[in-house]
């Protein structure tokens, strides 16, 4: 009776000869991410049982320390909405493909928007991971493939692009103040995703 649910969606339409399948994706394109600056609004069953379950922490501890900001600030900070830069993106610049990433992180979402024939390749070395998601690692003694399985570990939503693409791609966005870069690169293969390198978490 002291609990409640609030949840809110949006539905959206779009004509059918604009949709993108991923059947334009192909070995070459590369991959440019933007930037999430915290968890937004998935996995937060691993994050309150590594908080609650595994660490006994209270949702106002400093989030790590020397932080000004509590646990709670970190984890419930508010969500990155990309749809005004992707517009403004799709408008200037050839896309074939985009993956918002969300619940199943990369490895998840970026195989639903590839086309047959294609693995994307990561490098999870590209970009840099907040900080919240290492401090949930350390904490809940959490695995790569794991923390890669169900946080989006600092990597919004992806682009596919023709090599020619990514730099306007990147500078439209980060016109727009949402930070992007190249991650990674469409190669021949069977619709997976895989990391160069080793590990999953990125720098």
């Known amino acids: 009776a002291d609990q409640f649910d609030l949840v809110g969606f949006a539905v959206g339409a779009v004509e059918r000869e604009d949709v993108m399948d991923g059947s334009a994706a192909a070995p070459g394109d590369l991959l440019v991410a933007i930037d ?18 595994v660490a006994a922490r209270s949702l106002d501890d400093p989030a790590w320390e020397g932080s000004e900001g509590t646990l709670a600030d970190e984890l419930l900070a508010p969500s990155v909405i990309y749809a005004a830069a992707v517009v403004d993106v799709l408008a200037a610049h050839e896309v074939h493909a985009v993956a918002h990433v969300t619940g199943g992180g990369l490895p998840g979402n970026l195989p639903r928007v590839l086309g047959e024939g294609v693995d994307a390749v990561v490098d999870p070395m590209a970009w840099e991971v907040p900080r919240i998601f290492r401090e949930l690692q350390d904490m809940g003694g959490v695995s790569d493939a794991e923390m890669a399985r ?3 570990l600092g990597v919004g939503m992806v682009l596919v692009v023709p090599p020619s693409e990514a730099d306007g791609v990147v ?24 990391y160069s390198g080793a590990g999953g978490m990125g720098s």
């Open 150 to 152: 169900v946080f989006n």
């Open 171 to 194: 500078a439209t966005l980060a016109s727009g103040a949402r930070p992007a870069r190249v991650i990674g690169e469409l190669v021949a293969g069977t619709g997976t995703v895989a």
């Open 36 to 53: 999430s600056p915290n968890l937004r609004s998935n996995g937060f069953s691993l994050a309150r049982r590594i908080v609650f379950d």
